[in-house]
C-alpha cells in the first residue's frame, strides 16, 4: 500500500455554471474550471472572473473547490495581459491553478505569491525527478502525464512528497499529453493556445507520393480509417489500484461535455469510491452496475489507457468518430411552482406522455411519465419545439430542485 491512506479526491470539470454545480452536487469533492483567457479549452463556454468568484463561492458553501486552468504555452504577447489576469483569480478566491508553462509560473510566483499552484498535465511530467523539481519550486501537485503506467506512478508517489493527480476517465488525445501540432497545421487554430479543432477525430488516408489521387485504406476499410480516434479512458472497475499506486486526485475530463456526462461520471465515481472505502467487497460485488451507469451518458468505447502498460491498436477505434448515445439529457429542475409544475430550460425534444427519468445526486433514479406541459406563459403544449425554451412540466413525481431529467434512447 502506498502513501495514500485516505480517500481521494474527486475532481470534476465544470464547462460553464451550470455544468459546475452540477459536477459539485452530483459528488465531486473540486472542479476546474477556465476562465475567458490562458486555458485550454478556448471554445468551451468560459468563466468571467465576476463568474468565478461566483462559482466559488457557491463551491465554498458546499466545503469543495475550484482550480483555474491558466496553462496555455504562452507567447510575448500573453505575458503582459497575465498579472492583472492572475491578480483577479486571486480576489476571486479560488483555490488553486493549474499552470504548465514555466514564465507563467514565475508570473504568478511574483505576482500572486501565496497562490496554490498546481502543475498541469500538459507539462508533461512522466518521472519522479521531474515531480522533485516542480515541488522544489513550490508546487502543491502536479497533474501526471497520461502516458504513466500505474507502476511508474507508484514510484513516483514513493519517491516524492507532493500531491499526485490523473485523469481516469474520458477522452484521450493522440499527441503527447495533449500538446498537438495537427490542430494549427490544417486549420491555423493553435491547440496549445485552447483553439483544437480535434483533428486526431477525422479520417483518414494514406497516398504514396508518385501515385497522387490513388488513397490506399490504412485497415482493409475501403471507407478508410479513423487511425488517430482513441478510445474514451474509464478506470471505474480499477479503483483499488489507483489508491495503492498514491494517487490523491481522481480527474475526470470532459469541460466541452453535457451537464448529463458531467453528473452522471461524478455521480458513478463518487458511488464506486465511497463503496471501496466503505467495504472492498461492496466495491468489487457494485461493479456492474458502475460501468452500467456510466455507459448511460455519451462515451466512445473504453480503454485503461496506459495504466497497464502501452495501449495497443485496440486502444483505437477505426470505423468511426461517433459516440455511443444511450441517453438524452432533458434539463436540470431551476423551480417548483406551486401547483407542482417542475421548471426547466429543456435541452432536447419531450412530449407529454412519455416516460423519463429524474437523476438524483443521492444515486437514485426515478421513472416518471410527463402528465402535461406548458410554456412560461401557461399555454398548454404537447411538446417542446424550440430548443432551449423555458417549459414548466407535471411528471407523475415531482422532482426537487437541480434535479435533472434525462430519457433513455433504447
Not at 502506498?2 to 460553464?16: D, Q, Y
Not at 498514491?246 to 448529463?260: H, P, V, Y
Not at 453528473?263 to 457494485?286: C, G, H, K, M, N
Not at 452496475?289 to 462515451?299: A, F, G
Request: charge should be negative; proline fraction near 4%.
Amino acid at each position: 500500500m502506498s502513501r495514500n491512506l485516505v480517500k481521494p479526491e474527486l475532481l470534476a470539470p465544470a464547462g460553464n455554471m451550470e455544468k459546475g454545480k452540477m459536477a459539485l452536487l452530483y459528488g465531486a469533492d473540486a472542479i476546474y474550471l477556465g476562465g475567458k483567457l490562458f486555458g485550454l479549452r478556448a471554445f468551451a463556454n468560459n468563466f468571467s472572473l465576476e463568474e468565478i468568484a461566483e462559482m466559488a463561492e457557491y463551491a465554498h458553501s458546499l466545503g469543495k473547490k475550484v482550480y483555474v486552468t491558466v496553462n496555455i504555452f504562452a507567447h510575448n504577447e500573453d505575458i503582459d495581459r497575465l498579472p492583472d489576469y492572475l491578480r483577479g483569480l486571486q480576489q476571486a478566491k479560488v483555490d488553486a491553478l493549474l499552470i504548465s508553462d514555466f514564465g507563467v509560473w514565475s508570473t504568478a510566483r511574483q505576482v500572486v505569491p501565496d497562490m496554490p499552484l498546481h502543475v498541469s498535465t500538459q507539462a508533461n511530467t512522466t518521472n519522479y525527478a521531474t515531480v522533485q523539481a516542480w515541488e522544489q519550486l513550490g508546487a502543491e501537485r502536479v497533474v501526471l502525464a497520461r502516458e504513466l503506467s500505474l507502476a511508474e506512478i507508484s514510484e513516483i508517489s514513493e519517491k516524492t512528497s507532493v500531491e499526485l493527480e490523473t485523469f481516469v476517465h474520458g477522452a484521450m488525445c493522440i499527441s503527447y499529453s495533449g500538446r498537438c501540432l495537427l490542430s494549427n497545421y490544417f486549420t491555423g487554430r493553435d491547440a496549445n493556445l485552447g483553439a483544437c479543432t480535434h483533428p486526431c477525430r477525422w479520417k483518414y488516408y494514406i497516398m504514396e507520393e508518385n501515385r497522387p489521387g490513388e488513397y490506399l485504406p490504412v485497415e482493409e476499410n475501403e471507407r478508410g480509417t479513423y487511425i488517430f480516434n482513441s478510445k474514451d479512458l474509464c478506470m471505474i472497475e480499477h479503483i483499488p489500484d489507483l489508491v495503492d499506486a498514491g494517487i490523491d486526485s481522481f480527474k475526470i475530463e470532459g469541460r466541452m461535455k453535457t451537464a448529463l456526462y458531467v453528473a452522471d461520471v461524478a455521480r458513478t465515481y463518487r458511488q464506486a469510491i465511497d463503496d471501496y472505502f466503505t467495504s472492498p467487497e461492496l466495491y468489487e460485488s457494485r461493479k456492474d452496475y458502475y460501468m452500467d451507469e456510466i455507459s448511460k451518458c455519451t462515451y466512445r468505447q473504453y480503454t485503461t489507457g496506459f495504466f497497464y502498460g502501452k495501449p495497443t491498436h485496440e486502444g483505437q477505434i477505426y470505423d468511426n468518430n461517433t459516440y455511443v448515445r444511450k441517453y438524452t439529457y432533458l434539463g436540470i429542475v431551476g423551480g417548483i411552482t406551486e401547483d407542482g409544475y417542475a421548471v426547466l430550460e429543456q435541452r432536447n425534444k419531450f412530449c407529454v406522455g412519455d416516460e423519463v427519468e429524474i437523476m438524483k445526486p443521492d444515486g437514485s433514479d426515478c421513472h416518471v411519465k410527463v402528465l402535461a406541459m406548458r410554456d412560461d406563459k401557461g399555454e398548454a403544449m404537447e411538446s417542446c419545439p424550440h430548443p432551449q425554451q423555458m417549459i414548466q412540466v407535471r411528471f407523475s413525481e415531482t422532482p426537487d430542485l437541480m434535479n435533472l431529467i434525462r430519457v433513455s434512447c433504447e
